[in-house]
């Protein structure tokens, strides 16, 4: 587990071999550059799938949803998937303002979305 100045993030694996980070806290500007390296440490293959488990998270700014999209856009240049998990009611009204929901891909939890990933044979 790695944390922040009020966020926790722990990188695991999932059922279906997905990586997955679990956030907990507040994503904002005081921790978003140490999600954003720690982000940046993962290594991500063509076809892998990376799942951001937001359940625990409270609180996101701007500069959460900067450390997210740059997530997204490094997924995508090495031909990996991105997607969130569990935004809680507060998360996905910033996804919907930012426009961030048209971009990342959102599921009620890590689960469901290793399941939508694996398609109708798994």
Not at 1 to 15: D, E
Not at 71 to 89: C, H, K, N, P
């Amino acid at each position: 587990m790695t944390s922040f100045a009020r966020l926790s993030c722990v990188v695991g694996t999932l059922p279906g071999g997905a990586c997955c980070v679990t956030l907990t806290g507040e994503l904002d500007l005081d921790n978003a550059p140490g999600l954003r390296s720690e982000l940046n440490g993962i290594v991500l293959e063509r076809g892998q799938y990376l799942v951001i488990d937001m359940t625990g998270v409270t609180f996101c700014d701007s500069s959460g949803v900067t450390a997210l999209l740059n997530a997204y856009d490094r997924a995508q240049s090495v031909g990996a998937t991105l997607v969130a998990a569990g935004l809680t009611e507060i998360v996905r009204r910033v996804f919907e303002l930012t426009g961030l929901s048209r971009v990342i891909t959102a599921y009620p939890t890590p689960a469901a979305a290793v399941a939508a990933l694996a398609g109708p044979s798994a």
